[in-house]
């Protein structure tokens, strides 16, 4: 059974980067058979998909939010990470880090979420 | 950017209820759209993929239909579990979700 575990500040202050590292369990991010993803949620609000990274380094971004991210892998320890710069309050939001499957086009494990707060 | 439209945002139901949501993409998707359910505090769970194909585990009263542009999520019979936001989400070019239906009780 795959577990994902997103781990980060929870408070970040507006114009500085936000960092997160999912750490992964059940399955290997450089396996090459799913992607690893981030998907953020605003409070009483929807879901907005921010960013992949799949085999070889290989990562898509969110058209609107792709100047400022950046999605990395870390395959020794089995994480993936998330960075997000010049963070305003808009970006505050619960943070999930996510596996989605190519074959059944849908994102089929969660982490279970981490809020980030953008606030000086 | 494809968008996802879901309509209603609110449903008012009782257990027992035929419920349906609709969700509607900008451009045609073809079937590569999933529904999912997503409780107070906690991480959406997979329902439905590829249009209309039942996660496993998921109860049969759910079931998913439509292509293209046009999608409906149906619970035959709600149960109480069943209250709840459900949010449609398109895998065509990235991933775009909609914008969510609360399933409240009447």
């Known amino acids: 059974q795959v577990q994902l575990q997103e781990s980060g500040p929870g408070l970040v202050k507006p114009s500085q980067t936000l960092s997160l590292i999912c750490t992964v369990s059940?399955?290997?991010?450089?396996?090459?058979?799913?992607?690893w993803s981030w998907i953020r949620q605003p409070a009483g609000r929807g879901l907005e998909w921010i960013g992949r990274i799949y085999i070889d380094g290989v990562t898509n971004y969110n058209p609107s939010l792709k100047s400022r991210v950046t999605v990395s892998v870390d395959t020794s320890n089995n994480q993936f990470s998330l960075k997000l710069s010049s963070v305003t309050a808009a970006d505050t939001a619960v943070y999930y880090c996510a596996r989605e499957s190519p074959i059944t086009a849908a994102v089929v494990d969660w982490g279970q979420g981490t809020l980030v707060t953008v606030s000086s | 950017d494809i968008q996802m439209t879901q309509s209603p945002s609110t449903l008012s139901a009782s257990v027992g209820d035929r419920v349906t949501i609709t969700c509607r993409a900008s451009?045609?998707?073809?079937?590569?759209l999933a529904w999912y359910q997503q409780k107070p505090g906690k991480a959406p769970k997979l329902l439905i993929y590829k249009a209309f194909s039942l996660e496993s585990g998921v109860p049969s009263r759910f079931s998913g239909s439509g292509s293209g542009t046009e999608f409906t999520l149906t619970i035959s019979s709600l149960q109480p579990d069943d209250f709840a936001t459900y949010y449609c989400q398109q895998y065509y070019s990235y991933v775009t979700f909609g914008q969510g239906t609360k399933v409240e009780f009447k």
């Open positions: 059940g399955d290997s991010v450089s396996s090459g058979t799913h992607y």
């Open positions: 451009q045609n998707i073809n079937t590569w």
